[in-house]
């Protein structure tokens, strides 16, 4: 049976539905994504799901004593309590379960033999035993550690944590108040990639069931297994994790979009005649019969999800610069008693796409601001080679977005003559769609002027770019949009995310940061993952691992190297595994035309051409045997 349910839910803002005749069912074992684009009414039928807006029609129906958790995507402040203290306030349901039974008790004491009063006291004693009370401060601990507090954070007043890290308490206490239901609006917005990966293991744990909203596609990919799309206000199911959603929609898109362009040319013939004929008074009849087959039309018009059309631009050429691009020697970065960067040597070659790892804290912002030349005050040396220009974006590159202008007047006077014609579809890859180019600088939010900085920054012809969390306040189309385009980008890229999917389409090394020490990964993040997994696994890798931090600064020098001969040697490894699979695959149709002509009756009946035959088969088989050990030996170096 459902825990909560929608019958034919309908609601309008004005003369545009938000939801048209919606359905859903939420149960133990949901395990749901609800997408769409911005703006489609994601968080308002969330909203409803929680209880929190009325409907115009249709139905909401809860099962007797469910317990419903509702996250909202912002605007949670906790105060007056510590950490620890507004933990505890999740466990409210224990507290008034103990209250009930406190009240059985007491009525107990006044009619001792009373059995109906008994058997409530035991059941009520057994639904507390049951729910895990007993364990909430081991339960508070696991998840507040997971979401990326310390221990010495419970002692801490709520009031001293900022926005991100508010969302965070938020967020704990919505896991520990054991819900039936969780509603996720956005729940993966503040977190790094650490404590992503612990909400992910949790919901995929979770015995209850949940329907989120997130733009961290390998996120939900890990943890739904089905998918609701929300488009002109009505919501259709998809089984399957996230990416098959994607698959299956991009099919269903195709088809959509053939009809959406015949639509279009047969609206455009319309008006063209409209307009053309509809004042002369020969024509006028026509003209008006014309009018009402587009008015009919437009009834019907079809529409394309915003979050699903493809929409790729190209960088301006990066200018040319020398092989090396950044060096670091001895670097060191001192916060009080101890150092947050501590005697970094590192070398950054052209081209590469460098993401820089490691838990809040660990000093990747101090590193990329001090690359950028922003943080002067270190220790040791940052040299940049020959003819780089950097482009740095950070969230504070928001606050020097200003202005009266409209946001395509103020793109305009910064982007390269060659890409104004393509700036409509560049802000609207970055969520500024329609009217909303026309929108004055100064009345845009945080996170919009935050998208504006970066697409400004990405307007720039530079070689370097360094990026801090670009893809926060982005869709996940637009981060496609953005990934694509940085692939394709001509320059070297160092960069933060927490975004493990864009990681992974992006970074070609990285370098993992913990306070005071670091280590470089030759190989995509994939690669890397591997290597911390053996690590933790205590595998082989590990002392491997362990070597490959710098002591001195030349030990760190001939670290890189070695690295790099590593990388290049595994490159040709990679090839020759290819080369081996191309034979196999190639000797393989030869067998099979053999044995088709050996079975033809001009060769069988012939012994001379079928031993002959035979034959060639034979030594087709042994050289794939000896290709197929050859192959296991390479790939196993690989691993």
Request: with cysteine; glycine share 8%.
């Amino acid at each position: 049976m459902a825990f909560v349910q929608f019958s034919k839910v309908s609601l309008a803002f004005g003369d545009r539905d938000i939801l048209k005749d919606v359905s859903i069912n939420l149960a133990k074992g949901t395990k749901a994504a609800l997408t769409g684009a911005n703006g489609a009414g994601k968080s308002t039928l969330i909203k409803g799901m929680a209880g929190l807006v009325d409907f115009d029609s249709g139905e909401r129906s809860v099962q007797k004593d469910t317990r419903i958790a509702y996250l909202p995507q912002s605007g949670l402040i906790h105060q007056g309590c510590t950490l620890k203290e507004e933990a505890d306030k999740a466990f409210i349901w224990g507290y008034e379960l103990l209250k009930k039974i406190d009240a059985v008790g007491e009525e107990m004491a006044k009619v001792p033999d009373n059995v109906r009063l008994a058997e409530e006291h035991a059941a009520l004693l057994q639904k507390l035993e049951e729910s895990g009370w007993y364990n909430r401060a081991a339960l508070c601990e696991q998840v507040l550690l997971g979401l990326g507090f310390e221990r010495s954070d419970f002692d801490r007043q709520t009031d001293e944590f900022s926005g991100g890290w508010q969302m965070r308490i938020a967020l704990a206490k919505v896991l520990m108040c054991k819900p039936d239901i969780l509603l996720l609006d956005e729940p993966t917005n503040y977190l790094d990639i650490e404590a992503r990966e612990w909400l992910e293991k949790f919901l995929s744990d979770f015995s209850g069931g949940f329907i989120l909203v997130s733009h961290d596609r390998y996120f939900l990919d890990h943890t739904v297994n089905e998918v609701y799309e929300l488009f002109n206000g009505e919501l259709k199911r998809y089984s399957g994790n996230f990416t098959h959603y994607e698959q299956v929609r991009a099919v269903e898109l195709e088809t959509l979009i053939a009809e959406y362009e015949k639509q279009q040319a047969e609206i455009n013939h319309l008006e063209e005649f409209i307009n053309r004929f509809g004042y002369k008074a020969t024509k006028a009849a026509q003209a008006q019969e014309r009018q009402k087959m587009l008015d009919k039309i437009l009834e019907n018009k079809i529409e394309i999800p915003e979050n699903l059309k493809k929409i790729h631009f190209k960088f301006p050429d990066a200018p040319h610069s020398g092989q090396l691009v950044i060096t670091t020697e001895g670097l060191s970065k001192n916060y009080g008693a101890g150092d947050v960067i501590h005697n970094l040597d590192l070398i950054i070659e052209k081209n590469e796409k460098l993401v820089v790892a490691g838990r809040n804290g660990a000093g990747k912002s101090t590193l990329l601001r001090i690359i950028a030349g922003q943080d002067k005050d270190f220790s040791g040396t940052v040299k940049t080679g020959a003819g780089v220009s950097i482009g740095y974006f950070c969230q504070d590159s928001a606050e020097k977005i200003k202005g009266s202008q409209s946001i395509l007047e103020y793109m305009e006077e910064r982007a390269p003559l060659e890409l104004i014609p393509k700036l409509r579809d560049m802000l609207g890859s970055f969520l500024f769609r329609g009217d909303d180019v026309f929108k004055s600088i100064d009345v845009l939010s945080g996170g919009e002027k935050s998208r504006i900085a970066l697409l400004e920054l990405l307007l720039k012809p530079v070689n370097l770019l360094i990026l801090d969390e670009p893809t926060n306040h982005l869709d996940m189309h637009s981060k496609d949009v953005l990934l694509d385009a940085l692939k394709n980008f001509t320059g070297t890229v160092i960069f933060v995310s927490h975004d493990r999917g864009f990681i992974e389409g992006l970074a070609t090394r990285v370098l993992e940061l913990h306070p005071g020490k670091h280590r470089n990964f030759p190989g995509n993040y994939e690669y890397y993952m591997q290597r911390i997994e053996a690590e933790q696994e205590g595998g082989e890798d590990a002392g491997e691992i362990k070597k490959e931090v710098p002591v001195q600064k030349e030990a760190g020098r001939l670290s890189w190297e070695e690295q790099k001969k590593a990388e290049s040697a595994r490159r040709k490894i990679e090839k020759e595994v290819a080369r081996i699979e191309d034979e196999i695959v190639s000797l393989e149709e030869k067998k099979k035309e053999l044995e088709a002509k050996l079975s033809t009756p001009e060769v069988y009946s012939d012994g001379a051409k079928a031993k002959e035959c035979q034959k060639k088969i034979e030594e087709i088989s042994q050289k794939i045997d000896e290709l197929n050990l050859r192959w296991e030996e390479e790939s196993e170096k690989l691993m």
